[in-house]
């Protein structure tokens, strides 16, 4: 087996199933961030939670099929969470807390060269009185530090990241060149949650300032892994690593 097959196998052992069979339906708008309309097969249209805060764009189409996971709890505004939309001939996933599960699960399991030797994996680990990093993964040879980002957006086949300006995105990028530079292994881990990209790299366009970090922190150190995940109405699996464009 080469090399590149024997990883997707490992990465492919990492999955999110969805708890509940998801409802299908059809997006009718995304408004106030965090809310959507959605028609139902029956013809009735809901408002669903959109677990994103970006400008999800390349990834919303009116009238396009969506898959919307429901709620059991009788104390939220919205009966439904929006999970994926398909788009291009293919499921791109929108809830951004997915890549962290299966980030952490890819530790735990040592899916990725990355995590390699892992003994204990400790999610949203707080690093000072105001920042978590998302996960610290104790080693023998010392911790790593991890942030995770979700990925959706596509332009002529390269995943880029952000989709609109992230000062927290930022503020991540800083804290982790600062404890590599104090001796620390530090990485960014970029989750991308739709199966037609062939590249990463970050979005110049969206955000300079951090597509100027990002180089920085790379160049500096701070290890970049970006890897593809298969999305489906029953789950969310890893698939493959992608190539940083330079």
């Known amino acids: ?17 969805f708890a509940d069979k998801l409802t299908p339906g059809r ?11 959605v028609t139902l097969e029956n013809g ?3 408002v669903a939670h959109c677990p994103n805060s970006g400008s999800m764009a390349t990834c919303i189409e009116e009238n396009a099929p969506v898959y919307l996971s ?10 439904f969470t929006w999970e994926m939309i398909y788009i ?18 890819a530790a735990r399991s040592q899916a990725l060269p990355l995590f390699e030797g892992a003994v204990a994996v400790k999610p949203e680990h707080k690093i000072s009185e105001h920042t978590r990093l998302d996960l610290l993964v104790e080693k023998p040879d010392g911790p790593l530090y991890v942030e995770v980002k979700n990925v959706t957006m596509m332009v002529n ?5 952000p989709d609109a300006k992230t000062t927290r995105g930022a503020k991540h990028l800083k804290e982790l060149m600062e404890l ?15 199966p037609d990209t062939n590249s990463f790299g970050p979005a110049v366009d969206k ?29 969310v699996r890893l698939h493959r690593l992608i190539t940083l464009e330079d």
């Open 207 to 235: 955000d300079p300032e951090y597509a100027e970090l990002y180089h920085q922190a790379r160049s500096q150190g701070v290890e970049i892994v970006a890897v593809e995940a298969r999305v489906s109405p029953q789950e």
């Open 70 to 79: 429901p709620s059991n709890n009788p104390k939220r505004r919205t009966a």
């Open 88 to 105: 291009n001939q293919g499921w791109i996933g929108v809830n951004t807390i997915i890549p962290n599960y299966l980030a952490a699960e």
């Open 44 to 46: 009735s249209q809901v």
């Open 180 to 194: 590599h530079k104090n001796g620390a292994r530090t990485a960014m881990l970029y989750i991308i949650q739709r």
């Open 157 to 161: 086949g390269r995943a880029l990241f």
């Open 27 to 37: 997006l009718v708008r995304r408004y106030k961030r965090f809310l959507a309309d």
């Open 1 to 17: 087996m080469s090399k590149d097959k024997n990883q997707e196998k490992k990465l492919s052992r990492v999955c999110y199933t």
